[in-house]
């Protein structure tokens, strides 16, 4: 469902609602929940990161993807550190957060900032398995691998193909352009990338504009048409999202105040 509801609402609060679905319904903490986005995001980056890697062993990454690659590699890299961080060291990570709010944060915030990092912290708890972590990095890499491969497959139908090299290279750089805030599904995040890659490639702009289109419409029928099937068999309605997203909205700025 929360693939669904990002179909449905911008900048990725689909994940929100999850979270707070996941509370409601089934008992997870609010921290758990976040928790398991972040690992989920990370290892979503990873893949992407090693499509494009196994792309530039094959055929090399052009100049336009380069700059790309090198952000992701700094940014998800050192998000996989932390997450292992938490993982294999939670109780020195949480000193050393003490620390740095205690020398670094006005006093007024000090005991919020504690409690949110110690619920954050927590959170991990759920999956405190170095070998937890790592099945996911291997259904992440899985499900990817089966998205690319629908790619290809879609092109059929358009008349056109392209190599194993050129296909890692428009899947990592589409999906890397999803991790960006945007609007509902992702639209233009999404798509752009894919576009620059394919008409680098030689595909005619207007058949590289027509095949994104599709496919986008395909991924987004079929994420926001299962999400709608689960809402209906767990008795949920839009309003119910709204609520729960109202929800979160208050949750925020309880934090924030």
Same mark, same amino acid.
Request: with cysteine; hydrophobic share 50%; glycine share 6%.
């Given at each position: 469902?929360?693939?669904?509801?990002?179909?449905?609402?911008?900048?990725?609060?689909?994940?929100?609602?999850?979270?707070?679905?996941?509370?409601?319904?089934?008992?997870?903490?609010?921290?758990?929940?976040?928790?398991?986005?972040?690992?989920?995001?990370?290892f979503d980056g990873l893949t992407m990161i090693l499509l494009l890697i196994l792309a530039a062993v094959i055929g090399g990454i052009p100049d336009y993807l380069q700059y790309v690659l090198w952000m992701a590699v700094a940014v998800f890299g050192l998000a996989l550190v932390f997450v292992y961080g938490l993982v294999l060291w939670p109780t020195q990570i949480q000193k050393w957060s003490t620390w740095l709010i205690?020398?670094?944060?006005?006093?007024?915030?000090?005991?919020?900032?504690?409690?949110?990092?110690?619920?954050? %912290?927590?959170?991990?708890?759920?999956?405190?398995?170095?070998?937890?972590?790592?099945? =996911? &990095?291997? $259904?992440?890499? !899985?499900?990817?691998?089966l998205e690319t491969i629908s790619y290809r497959l879609l092109m059929n139908a358009f008349g056109f193909g392209v190599n194993l090299h050129h296909l890692l290279l428009m899947s990592g750089a589409a999906n890397l352009g999803t991790a960006l805030p945007s609007g509902p599904g992702n639209l233009g995040t999404f798509d752009?990338?894919?576009?620059?890659?394919?008409?680098?490639?030689? %595909?005619?702009?207007?058949?590289?504009?027509?095949?994104?289109?599709?496919?986008?419409? =395909? &991924?987004? $029928?079929?994420? !926001?048409?299962?999400?709608?099937?689960?809402?209906?068999?767990?008795?949920?309605?839009?309003?119910?999202?709204?609520?729960?997203?109202?929800?979160?909205?208050r949750v925020g700025e309880r934090l924030s105040g």
């Open positions: 469902m929360g693939r669904g509801a990002n179909n449905i609402y911008p900048f990725r609060t689909g994940e929100i609602v999850r979270v707070l679905l996941l509370r409601q319904r089934n008992d997870i903490p609010l921290p758990a929940g976040l928790a398991s986005i972040l690992v989920e995001r990370v205690a020398h670094l944060s006005p006093r007024r915030f000090r005991l919020r900032l504690y409690g949110i990092v110690e619920r954050f %912290i927590f959170g991990f708890v759920s999956i405190r398995s170095p070998r937890t972590v790592t099945i =996911v &990095l291997v $259904c992440s890499i !899985t499900v990817w691998t752009a990338p894919a576009i620059l890659v394919l008409t680098a490639v030689g %595909i005619s702009q207007n058949t590289a504009v027509s095949y994104q289109a599709v496919l986008h419409a =395909v &991924l987004w $029928c079929t994420e !926001t048409f299962s999400g709608l099937w689960f809402m209906w068999r767990s008795g949920l309605r839009k309003a119910d999202l709204d609520r729960t997203l109202e929800e979160g909205v």
